[in-house]
T-cell receptor, first 116, second 111 residues
Framework: GAGVSQSPRYKVAKRGQDVALRCDPI?????LFWYQQALGQGPEFLTY????????KSGLPSDRFFAERPEGSVSTLKIQRTQQEDSAVYLC??????????????FGEGSRLTVL | TQLLEQSPQFLSIQEGENLTVYCNSS?????LQWYRQEPGEGPVLLVT?????EVKKLKRLTFQFGDARKDSSLHITAAQPGDTGLYLC???????????FGKGTKLSVKP
């Protein structure tokens, strides 16, 4: 497809399990962003890649969160030892622009994580 | 920590009414974007404003960036049920260096 694709769309995990969320950005987009959106809230910044380089990871809430984009295309957000407070929708966005805020962000539909 | 405060948090109106939603901050931004998000989907960009005092129109939607680039407003004329959704403002180029979002205004337009 032509848009940003995220998988899985829904994930239920038991507390303590590890999860991996995948993002396929729009082909050719330089920048890739991960946001966390809690119910009824706006998206909160987690991390930002420019090609394969992770330029900003200041929003990652703890060292249980890890993101990578090894070939500058597909990205994976990994959460280790999930906790109930990790329950949220995880949004991936890509942008043609190389800057952290200068271009239009194209969002995927999100991965909804529920931790029991 | 920079904050973008949006008001009102919820708005329920009848079809045909006009409305204005606000996005305010104590910080200066280089640019401000407005997105609309529907349930189960990601946000979709409506507009980007970059110049203080700038006004942009998109059909029935009018966006304004404050002179000091700290605030913005979105005005919708003759709202329609299709305008229903979560309206998010996002500021870029502030001290945090990335795009930060407000909590949004949830708009419901009833036929």
């Amino acid at each position: 497809g032509a848009g940003v694709s995220q998988s899985p769309r829904y994930k239920v995990a038991k507390r303590g399990q590890d999860v991996a969320l995948r993002c396929d950005p729009i082909s050719g987009h330089v920048s890739l962003f991960w946001y966390q959106q809690a119910l009824g809230q706006g998206p909160e910044f987690l991390t930002y890649f420019q090609n394969e380089a992770q330029l900003d990871k200041s929003g990652l809430p703890s060292d249980r969160f890890f993101a990578e984009r090894p070939e500058g295309s597909v990205s994976t957000l990994k959460i280790q030892r999930t906790q109930q407070e990790d329950s949220a929708v995880y949004l991936c966005a890509s942008s043609l622009s190389g800057g952290p805020y200068t271009g239009e962000l194209f969002f995927g539909e999100g991965s909804r994580l529920t931790v029991l | 920590t920079q904050l973008l405060e949006q008001s009102p948090q919820f708005l329920s109106i009848q079809e045909g009414e006009n409305l204005t939603v606000y996005c305010n901050s104590s910080s200066v931004f280089s640019s401000l974007q407005w997105y609309r998000q529907e349930p189960g989907e990601g946000p979709v960009l409506l507009v980007t404003v970059v110049t203080g005092g700038e006004v942009k129109k998109l059909k029935r939607l009018t966006f304004q960036f404050g002179d000091a680039r700290k605030d913005s407003s979105l005005h919708i004329t003759a709202a329609q049920p299709g305008d229903t959704g979560l309206y998010l403002c996002a500021g870029g180029g502030g001290s945090q260096g990335n795009l930060i979002f407000g909590k949004g205004t949830k708009l419901s337009v009833k036929p």
